[in-house]
């Protein structure tokens, strides 16, 4: 049977995600010091007091969390979620609970994406977000960001030429906090000014917010939920969509969204649709744990774990790199972004790098199509040790220096 | 702000589960005997042996199972199925694991169809099914059943029909073994021919099966993908999705689809869109249920649990219900289908019976669009007491024979 001709159009024509050949090519090799993926370290995972929550979960309420549950979560997780993050005003109609953040932005594509649609991002962004967007038939935008997050001259520059072509931007999808693969973190004035932007366009705004609470130095900022639901009251602007992955841990399929009704109601639709529910068993495990008060410490032992990795890596690139290279100084998240000298392209680096054992994931593939940039790459501090760090770094720099 | 004329045309058009509104309506009844839902029982969820799991998995294998896994699903997992199933042919390839059943039938979907494509089902047929289908732009079309399942002369009409028009039929989907909503297995003559049929047409089929293992009574039919693996050495023809939402529990979201390494490996690429992975604690607690040679016993000792009260429901109809009526006698499942005189419909039969304190769900919801019998109604067995069983059939009984 030849499958070819009888797969869909946006099947026949999706891609797959690029990172994951890259990472499989890099698999076997002996010694290899990999800076290329995205994974926590499994030391952060809160294992035991999972272990226990998952067996009296299952022990005591097992009539209740093996049966079918509500397509759009659970009411008790929804409840803690409500008490954790302090949003008094909203309630459980505010919040929808996923199979992961990919799976929030999936519904949130589907909920508001025709075909030919334009939506914005950061470039670079987060390859899953462009690649699932793609297979939905969306035009995916790239703008510009600098040492504070997206650029709104550059956002506006866009927004102007998409509607000179009689299209339209149905929205940003955006990571304010150490963003990924940048590290990059919007500054308070470039958040307000990006609301008042999409405010004044009509352009809706899905913030991706995995890693906000992974702040290891210097102060938090808002979200741009929380900006649009205090300063601005108006909740509709942002859809916000929290991840556990890098706080429980990804295996844990698990995120929530949060926004406005009407749109989270439409978001729960195509869940029944997709997945029926989330893992019921997941859920409420996730809702004993913040019941019981384990969120806030646990998040502080994290923050505490991860902080020497990036500071090693901070130093190690000071010590190593030659001059031409710079890169972001992140105050948390798990990434940093490098910048090489302008004829340097990390596509082609990768592969020397693999023999000197060791591997970075080249910038290139983080932008949408035709917007590549390649002289640049993403490094990965979380899932090293600090002797990996040091080595690996070396190893970079020295391949860099005659490069 | 105006979230209707944001959302995609698909959203704005999708319709809602009918049965939803319809459980919901009758949710705050007092005394009401439900035979509406589709409910297992949550005496036969195994919930001291995997609160036992769930607690040593996440302890001993939590570095592993927190952490990301494969979008194709736990290859321990996978070792498992292959082993119990015993198709000693198929690897790893032949395997995707995603959130439940509905969610492989969405990958399915997304695989295999463009907008206006026509999928052929049972009419009548699972409504979740229908209402994903018809989101994802697809044209359903109904095929009548009898006692031995789908049609094939009803069958090769509509393909006549459909080719007649210019269209392509891409996939059959069917529920051979107590059919939800009928309760009807499919004969293996009728197995045989629809196998036949199908590969004549060129028409692939998906088989929807999460019942067939629960048989009470009677002898076991081999499953379409069975036959297609065997007697025809045809693996391709046939996709299965096997549920455990009716063995382990519905709260846990897992099921599995065995079937051609193409279109599996497209699924695949889906799950990674739509879902990144299926929950890796989940998978891994299932492994190890079928692993430790859980899942034999326990499907036997809930085969006993449900007989009787599939058999008391057989015999209160024949006791109680007046002439003109007839019903399905399922071997298995969770259903039977029951057929009023041609005058009566049962989407009216609803209201008087919620203030008889007995429901339903009207057949009519069970059917495409245009094609709809109102004269039928489904009843489930699984969800109440042998003395809810045996007044509510008296009370719907009383209630016909004064309609």
Known sequence: MDYQQLFSHATQTMKSSLIRELVAQTKSIPDLISFAGGFPAPATFPKHILSDLYYSVVNEEGYEVLQYGASEGDSQLKDELIAWEGYSKLNHANYLVTVGATNGIYYYAKALLDKGDVVLCEA????????????????VRG???????????EMEKTIGEIHKAGKKVKFLYTIPDFQNPSGISMSLERRKGLLELCLRHGIQILEDNPYSRLRFTGKALPTLYNLAYGDMENHSLVTEIVSFSKI?????RFAFVKGDPAIIDKMGSWQQKVNVTPDCVT??????????????PHIKTICEYYKPYMQKMLTELDKTMPSGISWTKPEGGIFLWMWLPELISADELFYPAK?????????SKFYPEQEQKFNCLRLNFSYSTLTQIETGICRLAEL????
């Open 124 to 139: 670079p962004t987060f390859l899953g977000t462009i690649v699932a967007l793609d297979a939905l038939g969306a035009e």
């Open 400 to 403: 860099l220096k005659s490069f």
């Open 355 to 363: 023999d000197a054992k060791v591997t970075f994931i080249p910038g």
């Open 143 to 153: 703008i510009a960001m600098d040492e504070e997050g997206i650029s709104l001259v």
């Open 283 to 296: 859920e409420r495990v996730v809702a004993r744990f913040l019941e019981k008060g384990f969120m806030d």
């Open 248 to 252: 429980l841990g990804p295996g844990m």
